[in-house]
Each structure stands twice: as structure tokens, then as C-alpha cells.
């Protein structure tokens, strides 16, 4: 797996739907792509906060197989044919944020946002980048058959306002560095 150098971006979506649907949705293209749901009780520690978004948090990666599999990557990526699985490199830890609110009598919004950690091989740490970018293509994709979508737009960062996908929520909610 070469080094992902591009940005890692998300996208918010403006539909016809309810959030739970669209985080449903979401989530299952982002697990078809490889990402876990994390069972921490975001979402409850939102609404605990008196926040409007339904939210989710999934996570990709390993933090210490993708340190000790970076060197070996150095050497491996110039390989000129292919290796074993298990000297393939671990992506390092990534964390998207999937969250919805009601914005008007059956609209919502949809915010899907990726976040990188210092944990992991730090060349390594935007290897995910290219599932993201299929998750929300197919999100975009399956918005526009149902001829759901309003607006969409991809979003190459969040302001820290308070909502779930800021990286201040994510830092003090799910405790992610």
C-alpha cells in the first residue's frame, strides 16, 4: 500500500430523509469499506450534552502493526510484484465521524468527516484516504438515485463549533489524538 499524500476529506450532504436513515446509510458504506463502529456511547454522550445530531464513530487501523510494518513498507513498496499478506502494511488509525440532524420537515443534514491520529505510522497516517473517498462517492451515488439529495459538498475541514465531527468534540468526547 503506497503512501496516500492527497487530503483527507469528508462531505456534507443536505436530503430528503430522517438522520436516522441517512446515518444508516452512511455507516453501512463506511463498514463496507473496512471501518468498525466504535460501541462508546457517542451518541448518548451527545444528546447528554443537549446536542440535535444523531452521530456515529468508526474507526480503521492499528496503531502498533502499522509502526512495526512501516520499515518493512519502505522496502516492500519498491517491490515490483506483489507480497504476502503479512508483510503488507496496517493502516495507521483513522476515525470518521458520521453525524445527522433534522434542518427541516423531512430534510436533514449528513456531515461524514475522517480524522487522523498521531498514533501509527505517521507517513502512513492518511492511508485511508482512498476508502473514505469510495464511502462517500457511493453515499453521493445512492443520495442521487433516490433523487434525495438537495446539495452536497466535500468538505476538506470542520470549524470547531460543537458539532460531533469538529475535531474539539472528537478530542473531548472520544478522547482521539
Known amino acids: ?26 455507516v453501512e458504506f463506511l463498514e463496507d469499506a473496512g ?12 444528546r447528554g450534552r443537549g446536542s440535535e445530531w444523531t452521530a456515529v464513530a ?5 496503531e502498533e ?17 506483489p507480497v504476502p499478506r503479512a508483510f503488507q502494511r496496517v493502516l495507521s488509525p483513522t476515525l470518521v465521524v458520521v453525524a445527522s440532524r433534522p434542518v427541516g ?3 436533514s443534514e449528513l456531515i461524514v468527516f475522517p480524522h487522523t491520529s498521531r498514533r501509527g505510522a ?25 433523487g434525495a439529495m438537495l446539495s452536497h459538498e466535500s468538505l476538506a475541514g470542520v470549524p470547531d463549533d460543537g458539532s460531533p465531527v469538529s475535531q474539539a468534540v472528537v478530542r473531548e468526547v472520544l478522547g482521539w489524538h
Open 1 to 26: 500500500m503506497p503512501m496516500f499524500t492527497g487530503l483527507l476529506r469528508g462531505a456534507r450532504w443536505i436530503t430528503r430523509s430522517t438522520p436516522e436513515r441517512l446515518i444508516r446509510v452512511a
Open 35 to 46: 471501518f468498525e463502529q466504535r460501541h462508546d456511547g457517542f451518541d448518548e454522550k451527545l
Open 58 to 62: 468508526l474507526e480503521i487501523g492499528d
Open 65 to 81: 502493526k502499522s509502526k512495526r510494518r512501516a520499515l518493512l513498507g519502505l522496502v516492500i513498496d519498491e517491490l515490483p510484484f
Open 105 to 107: 420537515p423531512l430534510v
Open 122 to 146: 505517521p507517513p502512513y497516517s492518511r492511508a485511508a484516504a482512498p476508502r473514505v473517498r469510495d464511502a462517500l462517492e457511493q453515499i453521493t451515488a445512492a443520495a442521487g438515485l433516490e
